[in-house]
């Protein structure tokens, strides 16, 4: 089921980009990052509505760890948002998705360092060629 999950999540980014891309055109960069943030809320609202994710839900339902945890995480996505916006509305969709996909050798050296997670040499060898796809699209 999280193979089927994660690659239409492959397939929403690249449509994201491609989108993002067309858009992004005459617009301010961090503007364009912004309003996006706010048609996501919205969006997710209504599906957490949908799906009745707000039942029982109150702000004492997360822990305080869990709360620093889910903040940090939105200011890095949303800092993540604002450099890859900068980068595509200047680079080529292609060039700026490769080098942004290398986020997965960095989750993989801090999942490493902060959760435990073994790195074998299969990881290793895949992010050794996911480098060099990188480099090799990027050029």
């Known amino acids: ?17 491609v989108l993002a891309k067309a858009g992004l055109k005459n617009l301010d960069s961090t503007l364009v990052t912004t309003v996006r943030g706010m048609v996501m ?14 039942q029982g839900f109150s702000l004492h ?3 305080g760890r ?3 945890f889910v903040v940090l995480s939105g200011i890095a996505g949303a800092l993540s948002w604002l450099c ?3 980068a595509l509305k ?3 969709v292609s060039k700026v998705s490769a080098i ?6 960095f989750s993989i050296i801090l999942a490493a360092i902060f959760l435990g997670e073994a790195i074998g040499w299969k990881v290793v060898l895949g992010a ?3 480098i060099g796809g990188a480099i090799l699209i990027s050029l």
Request: no cysteine; glycine share 4%.
């Open 84 to 86: 890859y916006f900068f």
């Open 66 to 68: 869990e709360w620093l």
């Open 100 to 105: 942004d996909r290398t986020s997965l050798i």
């Open 128 to 130: 050794v060629l996911m």
């Open 1 to 17: 089921m999280w193979l089927f999950f994660a690659l239409l999540s492959a397939i929403f980014a690249a449509a994201m980009s």
């Open 61 to 63: 339902s997360f822990s």
């Open 41 to 54: 809320v919205g969006f997710l609202i209504i599906i957490s509505l949908v799906l009745k994710k707000f």
């Open 90 to 92: 200047y680079g080529l």
